[in-house]
């Protein structure tokens, strides 16, 4: 997943003219190009959400790629902007690793490879790219 998220990371930096925060180009970053983009949960109990009845036992999409999308939420939320990151999201607007007890297990050490990933990479390439050589599987020997 990191491999992933590190691509989106440096394309957004590519296309970026301003110095950015790694914290929030991170998070920005999650939020936009969403490795988790929906869960299925089951209403233990009957709820009514906004004029809708969901009955016990029913099967529940919860999208979190559409609230990462959601213009309410955030404003031109097609364009890249780390800056909106620079104070708390408001609860349960933010789930790039899913929610609560179900979330990844993994997020945190995520944000950490991702961190060092922007510090400590990527790593430099010669201008004219590595040589690479591709042959027919029969032609290769052991």
């Known amino acids: 997943m990191t491999a992933n998220v590190l691509t989106w990371i440096l394309k957004y930096l590519h296309d970026s003219t301003e110095v950015l925060n790694?914290?929030?180009?991170i998070q920005?970053?999650?939020?936009?190009?969403?490795?988790?983009?929906?869960?299925?949960?089951?209403?233990v109990e009957e709820v009514e959400l906004e004029g809708f009845l969901i009955p016990e036992g029913w099967k529940v999409l919860l999208l979190f790629k559409a609230i990462h999308h959601s213009e309410e939420i955030y404003p031109e939320h097609e364009k890249f902007n780390p800056s909106r990151?620079?104070?708390?999201?408001?609860?349960?607007?933010?789930?790039p690793f899913g929610i609560d007890g179900h979330s990844c297990p993994g997020s945190e050490w995520e944000a950490v490879g991702e961190e060092?990933?922007?510090?400590?990479?990527?790593?430099p390439i010669p201008k004219g790219g590595l040589p690479l050589k591709i042959t027919?599987?029969?032609?290769q020997t052991n």
């Open 116 to 123: 060092e990933g922007i510090q400590y990479g990527p790593f």
């Open 28 to 43: 920005e970053t999650l939020r936009t190009s969403s490795i988790i983009s929906f869960a299925f949960r089951e209403a």
């Open 22 to 25: 790694a914290v929030t180009v």
């Open 85 to 95: 990151f620079e104070a708390q999201p408001r609860p349960n607007t933010y789930l």
């Open 136 to 139: 027919h599987k029969e032609e």
